[in-house]
């Protein structure tokens, strides 16, 4: 890291709530003896549902260990990107070009709901759409951009822009990649901004948000459900679980379902002016093109805010992680050798086997889970689909129709994903 970094001055909180904290007047509540809905969990995907829920005239309740946000809410890039995990080519194979393309539209959509909440409840997080660039990190990466290219603008009727090495320079301040492709419908946000916000539209229509209620056991009887907490018991018509890369085994068939992968960032100190034009022109957001990918973007005060993986595991040393992240950077942006990082933090990703998001039901518990990385836009839609189906506003979402896949080795801990990470190493050394 720069030289003149220590580690005194390098802070291993999230810097989105370290920037902007918890509002110290967030309309919190007591537990409450019954509602018609429980939600467990306080981040996009909860508080997008129990907004969709108080609206509709429903009684509900947010029940968050921690404090609100407190996941991966606020502890991502701020990137809302199109499409999900997986190819779309792969949907197209698996469900077929119909089901496929209400996939992608839904991909579309989801970003758009996020702008529209921000309007509506008037949430003032940075909400930006000034694209994304997928930036190619070989010259076969760009090859196969160009087919991709064609490829959408065939199948799924949506343009993607194609951008030459030559001209890469328009775009981002590096030397290092060999082209790229840029999509103008991703936007990007201040994620703690966005969770507060939509926690106090929650309270505003009505919703209940319990901090510091650990739900430990949840038992069904006479119809209905009854959850002990450690604040109490709460009975509820209904339960919706909604804690994707957090899950545990309060529901076992549920963590079965999904896989925490941590997810490393660090962010740099304000840039000036002149640096921030050369690294981001057009203020774009970024990944490039790898299995173990980078993302990285300006950060609405002009900070640079670099992410990724080597490694799936969610307990690497925040330290260790920084100089490797750190060391990517200057590779990228070499003008940001010698300008300190100022934080260091992991979040956890939901991944499902089927790198898809699914909602469902077990043992008559509502769900929603499996964003992989795309949670900004797909939590916001999938949290505000199950507030809907619960208030019977609609009865079918396309992600409820697919299989949700398990594996037979796995049912708590995730022992093998060491190996599959040597696996996605071993494809980006040789692609």
Same mark, same amino acid.
């Given at each position: 890291?720069?030289?003149?970094?220590?580690?005194?001055?390098l802070?291993?909180?999230?810097?989105?709530?370290?920037?902007?904290?918890?509002?110290?007047?967030?309309?919190?509540?007591?537990?409450?003896t019954?509602?018609?809905?429980?939600?467990?969990?306080?981040?996009?995907?909860?508080?997008?549902?129990?907004?969709?829920?108080?609206?509709?005239?429903?009684?509900?309740?947010?029940?968050e260990?921690?404090?609100?946000?407190?996941?991966?809410?606020?502890?991502?890039?701020?990137?809302?990107?199109?499409?999900?995990?997986?190819?779309?080519?792969?949907?197209?194979?698996?469900y077929?070009?119909?089901r496929?393309?209400?996939?992608?539209?839904?991909?579309?959509?989801?970003?758009?709901?996020?702008?529209?909440?921000?309007a509506?409840?008037?949430?003032?997080? #940075?909400?930006?759409?000034?694209?994304?660039?997928?930036?190619?990190?070989?010259?076969a990466?760009?090859?196969?951009?160009?087919?991709?290219?064609?490829?959408?603008?065939?199948?799924?009727?949506?343009?993607?822009? &194609?951008?030459?090495?030559?001209?890469?320079?328009?775009?981002?301040?590096?030397?290092?990649?060999?082209?790229?492709?840029?999509?103008?419908?991703?936007?990007?946000l #201040?994620?703690?901004?966005?969770?507060?916000?939509?926690?106090?539209?929650?309270?505003?229509?009505?919703?209940?948000?319990?901090?510091?209620t650990?739900?430990?056991?949840?038992?069904?009887?006479?119809?209905?459900?009854?959850?002990?907490?450690?604040?109490?018991?709460?009975?509820?018509?209904?339960?919706?679980?909604?804690?994707?890369?957090?899950?545990?085994?309060?529901?076992?068939?549920?963590?079965?379902?999904?896989?925490?992968?941590?997810?490393?960032?660090?962010?740099?100190?304000?840039?000036?002016? $002149? &640096?921030?034009?050369?690294?981001?022109?057009?203020?774009?957001?970024?990944?490039?093109?790898?299995?173990?990918? #980078?993302?990285?973007?300006?950060?609405?005060?002009?900070? &640079?805010?670099?992410?990724?993986r080597?490694?799936?595991?969610?307990?690497?040393? &925040?330290?260790?992680?920084?100089?490797?992240?750190?060391?990517?950077?200057?590779?990228?942006?070499?003008?940001?050798?010698?300008?300190?990082?100022? #934080?260091?933090?992991?979040?956890?990703?939901?991944?499902?086997?089927d790198?898809?998001?699914?909602?469902?039901?077990?043992n008559?518990?509502?769900?929603?889970?499996?964003?992989?990385?795309?949670?900004?836009?797909?939590?916001?839609?999938?949290?505000?689909? $199950?507030?809907?189906?619960?208030?019977?506003?609609?009865?079918?979402?396309?992600?409820?129709?697919?299989?949700?896949?398990?594996?037979?080795?796995?049912?708590?801990?995730?022992?093998?994903?060491?190996?599959?990470?040597?696996?996605?190493?071993?494809?980006?050394?040789i692609?």
């Open positions: 890291m720069a030289s003149s970094q220590t580690k005194t001055q802070k291993t909180t999230p810097f989105w709530t370290d920037q902007f904290s918890r509002p110290v007047d967030l309309p919190t509540a007591d537990l409450p019954q509602v018609d809905v429980v939600v467990v969990g306080g981040g996009y995907t909860g508080l997008n549902a129990a907004r969709e829920l108080a609206k509709a005239g429903a009684s509900v309740a947010v029940l260990q921690n404090n609100i946000g407190w996941g991966a809410s606020s502890r991502n890039g701020g990137i809302a990107i199109t499409g999900l995990k997986q190819s779309m080519p792969t949907i197209v194979k698996k077929g070009e119909k496929a393309r209400e996939f992608w539209n839904i991909s579309l959509d989801a970003i758009d709901l996020v702008g529209e909440i921000v509506d409840e008037a949430i003032d997080c #940075h909400f930006s759409r000034k694209g994304h660039v997928t930036l190619a990190a070989k010259p990466h760009f090859a196969a951009m160009q087919k991709k290219a064609a490829w959408f603008e065939y199948v799924l009727r949506h343009k993607l822009h &194609l951008v030459h090495q030559t001209a890469l320079r328009h775009e981002i301040g590096s030397e290092v990649f060999y082209g790229g492709l840029i999509d103008e419908w991703t936007a990007s #201040h994620p703690g901004k966005y969770v507060y916000g939509l926690a106090e539209a929650v309270s505003r229509h009505g919703g209940l948000l319990c901090e510091h650990a739900v430990t056991r949840i038992k069904k009887e006479n119809g209905r459900f009854k959850l002990y907490t450690s604040k109490g018991k709460v009975a509820a018509n209904e339960v919706l679980v909604a804690t994707n890369g957090y899950t545990d085994r309060l529901v076992p068939k549920l963590k079965s379902r999904v896989l925490p992968v941590g997810s490393y960032t660090i962010v740099t100190e304000p840039l000036t002016p $002149a &640096l921030q034009e050369r690294i981001s022109p057009k203020g774009r957001t970024f990944t490039d093109s790898r299995i173990f990918l #980078h993302y990285f973007r300006l950060t609405p005060d002009g900070r &640079l805010l670099f992410g990724g080597s490694n799936m595991s969610t307990n690497l040393d &925040l330290l260790d992680s920084a100089r490797h992240l750190y060391m990517q950077m200057v590779h990228i942006f070499p003008d940001l050798r010698n300008v300190p990082i100022t #934080h260091s933090w992991m979040g956890k990703v939901g991944f499902t086997f790198l898809m998001p699914h909602m469902g039901r077990v008559g518990i509502h769900y929603a889970m499996g964003y992989a990385g795309h949670g900004v836009s797909l939590a916001t839609y999938l949290g505000t689909e $199950a507030g809907k189906l619960l208030s019977g506003q609609i009865h079918y979402s396309p992600f409820m129709a697919i299989p949700h896949p398990t594996r037979f080795f796995y049912r708590s801990r995730a022992w093998f994903l060491p190996f599959a990470a040597w696996y996605y190493r071993f494809w980006d050394w692609s």
